[in-house]
């Protein structure tokens, strides 16, 4: 694929990123309540400061913020987002299956399910797979893609520090040969590091295709979304297919993709478009569309 395609990819994503930063400026998750005391509140200022407490009035553009020991006066137009919880319920403006984000389209981010979380995906009616948190830093799943390949997989670790998540994975195929009989294989191992939270975020992952036939790849997968509204998030990601075999680089396959995802309750929608490609073919790219449905059934939902 001709390099400016990569660049005009690039340039529009981060101009996706730019564009939400614009978007949540001032941003009040939930109602905020002056004389409920079960209220606290989290408080993003514009130079990335975070303060927790709670905010006792807002006259103007002066907000009263109390907290532990003191209460502090600061202009409302430095307020980049204000998180609103209370004892009950959590994030009260954020619905439940906005805490979290375990996999892009297709690819994982470093996130993962908390104990007692699962979920059932279909992408495109041909692949069925459900996911189950057994720990908050350990899932498992199980999957079928039609016609006749099966797939488990597992995955490890969460988050290791505020809006930083670290995760390790490993994904099995088999399938029979329609005339011998034989049943051939494939594991996926991968690393995936996500900086952010469910307003935006970013991640990459590392990864490496080993097949029963000697066929072995290495992948690199990229994207990260960004949330316009309670319910619509604009998604993007990219995979990097590498020639391993005969080493030549205008043979690597790349394949980019933009799209969006819709949340309700505790159903989730994602549709976009993949641009298939290698370096070799300039301007000449296949359009894939992307269709996926996912139904959560655990007591925290991960979407």
């Known amino acids: 694929m001709n390099p400016k395609i990569i660049l005009r990819f690039l340039a529009v994503f981060l101009f996706f990123i730019s564009l939400g930063s614009e978007l949540y400026?001032?941003?009040?998750?939930?109602?905020?309540?002056?004389?409920d005391t079960t209220q606290l509140h989290h408080v993003y200022?514009?130079?990335?400061?975070?303060?927790?407490?709670?905010?006792?009035?807002?006259?103007?553009?002066?907000?009263?913020?109390?907290?532990?020991?003191?209460?502090?006066?600061?202009?409302?137009?430095?307020?980049?987002?204000?998180?609103?919880?209370?004892k009950e319920r959590g994030k009260?403006?954020?619905?439940?299956?906005?805490?979290?984000?375990?996999?892009?389209?297709?690819?994982?981010?470093?996130?993962?399910?908390?104990?007692?979380d699962y979920h059932y995906e279909?992408?495109?009616?041909?692949?069925?797979?459900?996911?189950?948190?057994?720990h908050d830093y350990v899932s498992v799943g199980a999957g079928y893609l039609l016609p006749f390949v099966v797939v488990v997989k597992a995955k490890f670790g969460g988050e290791i520090k505020e809006n930083f998540h670290l995760s390790a994975g490993v994904q099995g195929l088999a399938?029979?040969?329609?005339?011998?009989?034989?049943?051939?294989?494939?594991?996926?191992?991968?690393?995936?590091?996500?900086y952010g939270n469910?307003?935006?975020?970013?991640?990459v992952t590392g990864g490496y295709v080993a097949g029963s036939n000697g066929f072995s790849m290495p992948v690199?997968?990229?994207?990260?979304?960004?949330?316009?509204?309670?319910?619509?998030?604009?998604?993007?990601?990219?995979?990097?297919?590498?020639?391993?075999?005969?080493?030549?680089?205008?043979?690597?396959?790349?394949?980019?993709?933009?799209?969006a995802r819709f949340n309700k309750r505790n159903f989730r929608l994602d549709g976009g478009?993949?641009?298939?490609?290698?370096?070799?073919?300039?301007?000449?790219?296949?359009?894939?569309?992307?269709?996926s449905v996912a139904v959560h059934f655990g007591p925290k939902n991960p979407f």
Do not use: C
Request: cysteine-free.
């Open 220 to 259: 690199v997968n990229f994207g990260g979304f960004i949330r316009m509204n309670d319910h619509v998030a604009i998604l993007s990601e990219a995979f990097l297919f590498f020639d391993s075999i005969n080493n030549e680089i205008d043979q690597t396959v790349i394949a980019p993709s933009i799209g």
């Open 92 to 116: 009260a403006g954020r619905p439940e299956y906005l805490k979290g984000y375990q996999k892009l389209f297709v690819g994982p981010t470093g996130m993962n399910l908390k104990k007692g």
């Open 45 to 86: 200022t514009e130079d990335g400061t975070k303060l927790i407490g709670r905010i006792v009035a807002i006259e103007g553009d002066k907000v009263s913020f109390a907290l532990s020991s003191d209460t502090i006066n600061f202009p409302f137009s430095k307020v980049e987002r204000v998180d609103v919880l209370n």
């Open 198 to 203: 469910t307003e935006k975020q970013f991640t």
């Open 175 to 194: 399938w029979p040969t329609l005339f011998s009989g034989e049943v051939l294989g494939g594991l996926y191992s991968h690393l995936s590091a996500t």
């Open 25 to 35: 400026s001032q941003r009040i998750n939930g109602e905020i309540s002056f004389i």
């Open 122 to 134: 279909t992408i495109w009616g041909g692949y069925h797979f459900v996911d189950f948190g057994v």
């Open 273 to 291: 478009m993949f641009f298939l490609g290698n370096a070799a073919d300039g301007l000449s790219v296949l359009p894939l569309p992307f269709l």
